[in-house]
């Protein structure tokens, strides 16, 4: 593995030992594990804040590329929250909307009632072009966007997302018009792979990282005049999670399976709750600040791939698990896959995002992780079921060594 060097701003370095013991913290109402806030002015200076961004930016007509998936889900229900008008574009072939664990009868109602969808393909651009200018948006958020191409018809159809100077005298007018109009979900995928970390939203990028769509997307904004921001997340996890983040650790706990892990298991990655996510989307809107800015989100801190199994076990009331390292290179896993992260150091700084949005992780990792257990997995909903494969032909060979 390659030399890990540690680049910190303002902050020390989160050694192994700290992880083991995640900060506490306030979490959001997601119908999760809620903790007490230390003091009730605490509380009532996040509410004074929130509520003097929502009224500078007064109610959108907003648009959201997908949002029936993961981070739309609850970022739609935020948006709604806040008074905006949301319209989801979509192929159709998920449910518009639907009840999340937890969530009232009544919540659940009020926030469909609220929700307008547009069916269509994204990649038929002349339809996008035709049903976006004849409904006319002043926000677009584009969560599953992948390649710029997908993104040209939306531009050609919106023109008022491009920035423009205005003439009004009034101030707030003026401040409207420096404020994010599209808003994109980029990855921390597409930066250059470095011994130099955490990465920093002015690291270099990797224009062959599989991510490059999400780089020229980003590009073509900025040549396009838009008012756009990007937030480039590392690693999500959460309830509904369709990628096997979380879920392969609670698949092999459940069946009370040792947990191979690449190498030494000393890898330093970093996660980040997918309802702090959609807070951070939420809170770009309106937001001067966020302008043709990048972000990166993520939880606040780091920890090792044996760290995450353990606290995967901690949050979903395991015993601690066996774990097994292994060599990757000593095995031929055809097209499967043995493990779901890289096998890298591979995690970001937050510092920028948490400076200019005034936004902060509220669920730390072991937090984090239960609220995903106790509103997913743990009420026996996955997106992929277990596969152990690979994990017989890691163990069989552990076995064999061993005698």
């Not at 101030?171 to 018009?177: D, G, I, K």
């Not at 992780?369 to 994990?391: C, H, I, M, P, V």
Request: hydrophobic share 35%; net charge positive; proline share 5%.
């Amino acid at each position: 593995m390659s030399r890990l060097v540690v680049v910190q701003q303002k902050q020390p370095f989160i050694t192994h030992s700290s992880i083991s013991s995640p900060l506490p913290s306030s979490l959001s109402d997601f119908n999760g594990i809620r903790l007490k806030l230390p003091t009730k002015n605490s509380t009532k200076a996040w509410q004074s804040k929130r509520a003097m961004r929502v009224m500078a930016s007064g109610a959108k007509k907003i648009l959201v590329m997908g949002g029936t998936r993961f981070i739309g889900v609850f970022m739609s229900r935020l948006l709604v929250k806040e008074g905006h008008q949301v319209t989801l574009f979509t192929r159709g072939k998920a449910p518009i909307t639907q009840q999340l664990p937890g969530e009232s009868d009544k919540d659940y109602a009020e926030f469909s009632s609220k929700i307008s969808h547009l069916k269509g393909d994204r990649q038929d651009s002349e339809f996008v072009k035709s049903s976006l200018a004849a409904e006319g948006f002043d926000v677009v958020y584009d969560i599953n966007g992948r390649e710029a191409v997908e993104v040209e018809p939306i531009l050609d159809a919106l023109p008022n997302l491009e920035q423009y100077i205005s003439d009004a005298w009034h101030s707030l007018v003026r401040y409207e018009s420096d404020c994010p109009r599209y808003i994109y979900c980029s990855s921390a995928g597409v930066y250059l792979k470095s011994e130099l970390l955490p990465h920093f939203e002015t690291d270099a990028v990797d224009p062959k990282s599989r991510h490059k769509g999400k780089l020229e997307t980003e590009s073509l904004l900025t040549s396009r005049g838009v008012n756009w921001t990007s937030l480039r997340p590392v690693y999500i996890y959460g309830p509904l999670n369709y990628n096997p983040v979380e879920e392969w650790f609670f698949h092999r706990l459940k069946a009370g399976r040792p947990i191979p892990i690449p190498n030494a298991g000393n890898q330093i990655t970093q996660l980040g709750h997918v309802k702090d996510l959609a807070r951070a989307f939420v809170t770009v809107l309106g937001n001067a600040k966020a302008s043709k800015q990048v972000f990166n989100i993520s939880g606040a801190k780091y920890v090792t791939f044996d760290g995450l199994a353990k606290a995967c076990a901690k949050a979903a009331g395991f015993p601690e698990p066996e774990i097994i390292h292994y060599n990757p290179k000593e095995f031929d896993f055809g097209k499967k896959k043995a493990f779901p992260f890289r096998d890298q150091h591979f995690f970001a700084s937050i510092d920028k995002a948490m400076r200019e949005l005034d936004w902060a992780p509220e669920f730390d990792l072991v937090e984090g992780l239960a609220d995903s257990y106790n509103l997913d997995f743990g009420r026996g909903t996955y997106r992929k079921a277990a596969d152990f494969t690979t994990d017989d032909m890691i163990l069989g060979k552990s076995l064999v060594l061993q005698n």
